[in-house]
């Protein structure tokens, strides 16, 4: 009973094994996660081009839903900075800003990535997220952070910026450098400032001034919404608005109603395809947060039950008038420091939105919206990292490429494009470098039974015998290469009766390299050379043995290397040195 | 000074070296060629949905340019059949069949072609044809060949059918059948009749009837001339225009005026993907006929100088009124069994096909259309290969997948979904087996140094070690997979002190997947567990000493696997038997 039931709800594990012992860590966590996600929901509501409160109800069901379905104890879902500027890019495609068809779409998109997640899920498909590599992710969310904090940057100093990609930002920004306001600009910088000086300095001052450290960390993170309070208070009390600074102005108060969204098929179809890249990189950002918070207490994140409990969470998102949500990076990390056990930590934040939309909403109408760009810009800063790319530099060529590209792509075309450069390029470089495949002639290291390159290593070798080893699985993009540098090696030996090739790379022979194979057994039988294989793997012996290609072969095929040359060699060649 | 003339007109090395020993074989070759190309050329032209006359202007000048550049002595390059039905289905969906615009299509299409070809063979990018694997090319071909007939029945028959997939064709075919025309369904089946016996009896009888084995075999292949020369005189004497039958009608006489294509840069911008895949299935086609048939007299192909000659062609065919040309599969093998020596045999044949539009076109006035159907039905057969399908079969999962669904997406989506369908589930298959690499835990075997799978062979293991051999590259898709794998091994053993991963098989370590080692290298450290790697090839240590990792490992690099695990052990299981 309580199994099956599990298996439906999965929450009901640790719901049944709740005691009060967790209580105080789960309530602490809910308080300081609620206190970072109400500025946060509210500025990423406005990137994506939505109204203020939409970003509230993005953060009430969905995080409810997300702890009953979800493997990650720690992971606070809702809306999150790369997912909003996703929405702003694709809905603002098909819809004006500020317009109820926007809206609109914004929620069906919602509605969309968590119908692909959940099926993703259900599907066991959580595998698809491996195509993303690092250098990808990072890149992208480097290049993400500077377009999102670039786009910013016209809310911080009171003038408008469009675009979707970093020249088009610039661009209009300096059209209407003139139209900047100062007061905006001053309360934006006062803010970017104190939430500046907040991360880098403010624990360390307070520890400073015998505060217990723990608990000034924790103040520390609650500095946006002290800096929510505190300007909201300024606004009021100096009436800004009627000085020219934007506030956020009229909130619904209340709960938000259930419902369906349109079900216009015209608009699901339209949106189909970046819906499911949005939800693939909503996943794969949640996902990865998941794992390394759960690593540190060496807890398990179930990839396709991730899948599942973000689907559910865009579901219900979109069914309670939010937009796309994920894990969040920033307040994932504070929830995790609070001291968050379970999911109840989630439940107990959805409960602190809830009692904002209910009560609190009035008094933010005079929040300016300076103070959620500087929010955002403080937010975005800490996902920008320059080390990966220096890293990729040292250590290999086509991962800086795809990097490097990835950023190029993200910030001068878009932030899809961007990841669809990458993605497309990542594949295509390792394509490339399996193409080409590393043929190496090898020769016996002295006093073992080991082959090694003969043009790194001191090795034996035999005047009748070439040993290759072929360093790539063969298939069809490197069959040909294989043949024409098998012939050219060949054509620059002489007195050579055997050719040995050494497969314990070679993982998989497909149908195309197969028909290399033959040709190459063909050719050197033509030329009097036998065409021997060794270490070949048993999978791919298995695959040989379906088809006739054993019996057309002139030699045989050899357990090791070393058993082959001994029974193959005529004289010996002394190592020599490069 | 002859050296460079050669960089620029290859076939300087030829030419200079010509001689009257090799003119008898070239001109032999030259007039089969001839009498198979004018039923040819004039059929595809038809079948790209052209005037009949642009095949015979395709014929001309394009073999001149080929016999210049290319480094095959024995192609026949001239219209051929898959590109034919391709230019159809593309330029048909731009324009309407018998217009002007659609002639001006057709043209640009082979302009961009050889541009296209031209450009990737100065690039030297001959290898993208890799990414086209056997069991696509030989399923795309299949089917097209299918596809062609199908699409030919209704000329055969006097019936309209058009269509782009094979249910459209049969569903046209079938709508239409009332209007099926018995005198020319009379003349069409007896010229297939004829054809089929041709090849596939004509040679055995004329040798029965004591001809040389050499010449009937030439005078079979010039079966498709008589039956042109045949139907033309039966269609001229019984006036069977009259009766119904469709006949080829006026041929402008002499030779094409060259000229310019149209530069519109929106035919040209709409044209230039297509243009793309007709180029390199053109290309592939061409490239994989020259290798086989230069094989056979131990010469060499070079695919670069391949793409420069056949983008030469293509241009120059656009240049002079025709459409795009490549490399002919039945003509080929025809001119190199005539006895073809030098790329003059190519250069004989332009002759050829100039003198009969100089001289025969008005013959050609009644040549009826169910005649070059009938051609073409026969030509194609020959193309389709049920073998392969049952090769893959047996062989490789993934192969027979790629091959069935190649000929699906071609019959019942087109030729041009077809091979792009191929293309990409070749790749992602592919892909998909990289994925999750197997990874095999190893024992020594007894008396080697030779380590092999526990669950294959009987071998030595130790209880402190365990030796993993991974059988794959190590990169972004396969990188969380290696992860889990390796946490799931290792807590399934007890009394682990060693982890040791045997390199062998694995030709590249990108950044993702160094960060998951990290992650492993840390995880079993903190468990106590040592990790350690061997037989780690060259380019990977030397990318590896690029990184900190071997810094932050806490184990050791090994030469090979037999010293590892000599260095480690403490006790010594014996082999057991599965």
Same mark, same amino acid.
């Given at each position: 009973?309580?199994?099956?039931?599990?298996?439906?709800?999965?929450?009901?594990?640790?719901?049944?094994? !709740?005691?009060?012992?967790?209580?105080?860590?789960?309530?602490?966590?809910?308080?300081?996660?609620?206190?970072?996600?109400?500025?946060?929901?509210?500025?990423?509501?406005?990137?994506?081009?939505?109204?203020?409160?939409?970003?509230?109800?993005?953060?009430?069901?969905?995080?409810?839903? !997300?702890?009953?379905?979800?493997?990650?104890?720690?992971? #606070?879902?809702?809306?999150?900075?790369?997912?909003?500027?996703?929405?702003?890019?694709?809905?603002?495609?098909?819809?004006?800003?500020?317009?109820?068809? !926007?809206?609109?779409?914004?929620?069906?998109?919602?509605?969309?990535?968590?119908?692909?997640?959940?099926?993703?899920? &259900?599907?066991?498909?959580?595998?698809?997220?491996?195509?993303?590599?690092?250098?990808?992710?990072?890149?992208?969310?480097?290049?993400?952070?500077?377009?999102?904090?670039?786009?910013?940057?016209?809310?911080?100093?009171?003038?408008? /910026?469009?675009?979707?990609?970093?020249?088009?930002?610039?661009?209009?920004?300096?059209?209407?450098?003139?139209?900047?306001?100062?007061?905006?600009?001053?309360?934006?910088?006062?803010?970017?400032?104190?939430?500046?000086?907040?991360? /880098?300095?403010?624990?360390?001052?307070?520890?400073?001034?015998?505060?217990?450290?723990?608990?000034?960390?924790?103040?520390?993170?609650?500095?946006?919404?002290?800096?929510?309070?505190?300007?909201?208070?300024?606004?009021?009390?100096?009436?800004?608005?009627?000085?020219?600074?934007?506030?956020?102005?009229?909130?619904?108060?209340?709960?938000?109603?259930?419902?369906?969204?349109?079900?216009?098929? /015209?608009?699901?179809?339209?949106?189909?395809?970046?819906?499911?890249?949005?939800?693939?990189?909503?996943?794969?950002?949640?996902?990865? %947060?998941?794992?390394?918070?759960?690593?540190?207490?060496?807890?398990?994140?179930?990839?396709?039950?991730?899948?599942?409990?973000?689907?559910?969470?865009?579901?219900?998102?979109?069914?309670?008038?939010?937009?796309?949500?994920?894990?969040?990076?920033?307040?994932?990390?504070?929830?995790?420091?609070?001291?968050?056990?379970?999911?109840?930590?989630?439940?107990?934040?959805?409960?602190?939105?809830?009692?904002?939309?209910?009560?609190?909403?009035?008094?933010?109408?005079?929040?300016?919206?300076?103070?959620?760009?500087?929010?955002?810009?403080?937010?975005?800063?800490?996902?920008?990292?320059?080390?990966?790319?220096?890293?990729?530099?040292?250590?290999?060529? +086509?991962?800086?490429?795809?990097?490097?590209?990835?950023?190029?792509?993200?910030? %001068?075309?878009?932030?899809?494009?961007?990841?669809?450069?990458?993605?497309?390029?990542?594949?295509?470089?390792? %394509?490339?470098?399996?193409?080409q495949p590393h043929i190496a002639v090898?020769?016996?290291?002295?006093?073992?039974?080991?082959?090694?390159?003969?043009?790194?290593?001191?090795?034996?070798?035999? #005047?009748?015998?070439v040993?290759l080893?072929i360093?790539?699985?063969?298939?069809?993009?490197n069959a040909s290469f294989l043949e024409d540098r098998i012939y050219e090696l060949v054509s620059q030996l002489d007195?050579l009766?055997?050719v040995?090739l050494?497969?314990?790379?070679?993982?998989?022979?497909?149908?195309?390299?197969?028909?290399a194979?033959?040709s190459i057994?063909?050719r050197l039988?033509?030329q009097?050379i036998?065409l021997?294989?060794?270490?070949?793997?048993?999978?791919?012996?298995?695959?040989?043995?379906? +088809?006739?290609? &054993?019996?057309?072969?002139?030699?045989?095929?050899?357990?090791?290397?070393?058993?082959?040359?001994?029974?193959?060699?005529?004289?010996?060649?002394?190592?020599?040195?490069?």
């Amino acid at each position: 009973m309580n199994l099956s039931l599990q298996r439906v709800v999965p929450a009901w594990a640790w719901m049944r094994d !709740y005691h009060r012992g967790l209580l105080a860590g789960d309530l602490v966590a809910a308080l300081v996660v609620t206190m970072m996600l109400v500025p946060q929901a509210l500025a990423y509501a406005l990137l994506a081009g939505l109204p203020a409160h939409m970003g509230l109800y993005a953060s009430i069901l969905p995080l409810v839903m !997300y702890a009953l379905f979800s493997s990650s104890k720690t992971l #606070s879902v809702g809306p999150v900075a790369l997912t909003s500027l996703l929405t702003a890019a694709v809905v603002g495609k098909i819809a004006a800003v500020d317009s109820q068809a !926007y809206i609109v779409a914004a929620v069906v998109l919602a509605m969309l990535c968590g119908l692909i997640l959940l099926l993703m899920g &259900l599907f066991r498909m959580g595998f698809i997220a491996n195509f993303l590599s690092h250098p990808v992710v990072s890149g992208f969310v480097t290049a993400s952070a500077v377009l999102i904090a670039l786009s910013q940057v016209g809310s911080l100093v009171g003038l408008p /910026a469009h675009g979707s990609n970093a020249h088009d930002i610039l661009l209009s920004l300096l059209q209407n450098i003139d139209s900047a306001h100062s007061l905006t600009l001053a309360v934006g910088g006062l803010v970017l400032a104190f939430l500046w000086w907040a991360r /880098a300095a403010m624990t360390r001052r307070l520890v400073a001034f015998g505060m217990a450290p723990a608990l000034a960390a924790l103040i520390a993170k609650a500095a946006p919404a002290m800096a929510l309070i505190a300007s909201t208070l300024i606004s009021y009390q100096w009436q800004l608005e009627t000085k020219g600074v934007a506030v956020v102005g009229d909130i619904p108060k209340g709960l938000p109603r259930l419902a369906l969204p349109s079900m216009d098929p /015209a608009l699901w179809s339209e949106l189909a395809i970046s819906a499911l890249l949005i939800a693939i990189i909503g996943f794969v950002e949640s996902v990865s %947060l998941a794992k390394t918070l759960a690593a540190k207490r060496r807890q398990r994140i179930q990839p396709n039950r991730e899948l599942v409990a973000l689907g559910a969470a865009n579901i219900s998102s979109a069914m309670s008038g939010g937009f796309v949500v994920a894990g969040g990076f920033s307040r994932s990390v504070v929830n995790f420091d609070a001291g968050a056990q379970t999911q109840a930590a989630g439940m107990f934040a959805a409960v602190g939105i809830a009692l904002v939309a209910l009560f609190f909403t009035p008094a933010l109408y005079f929040l300016p919206e300076t103070t959620l760009a500087a929010t955002i810009i403080i937010a975005v800063s800490s996902l920008i990292d320059v080390g990966v790319i220096v890293r990729a530099w040292r250590y290999s060529t +086509s991962d800086f490429i795809a990097i490097v590209a990835t950023i190029a792509a993200t910030l %001068l075309l878009g932030i899809e494009q961007g990841v669809l450069a990458g993605i497309t390029l990542s594949i295509a470089l390792h %394509l490339y470098k399996t193409m080409q495949p590393h043929i190496a002639v090898v020769g016996e290291v002295p006093g073992t039974e080991h082959f090694r390159n003969v043009k790194r290593h001191q090795v034996i070798t035999h #005047s009748n015998i070439v040993s290759l080893r072929i360093d790539e699985s063969l298939y069809f993009a490197n069959a040909s290469f294989l043949e024409d540098r098998i012939y050219e090696l060949v054509s620059q030996l002489d007195g050579l009766e055997h050719v040995i090739l050494q497969c314990t790379a070679v993982n998989e022979i497909d149908l195309s390299a197969l028909d290399a194979l033959e040709s190459i057994n063909l050719r050197l039988n033509e030329q009097g050379i036998t065409l021997h294989l060794s270490e070949v793997k048993s999978p791919v012996m298995d695959a040989l043995h379906n +088809s006739d290609f &054993l019996d057309k072969l002139s030699g045989s095929v050899f357990l090791t290397q070393h058993r082959a040359v001994q029974s193959l060699k005529r004289d010996e060649i002394e190592p020599y040195i490069i």
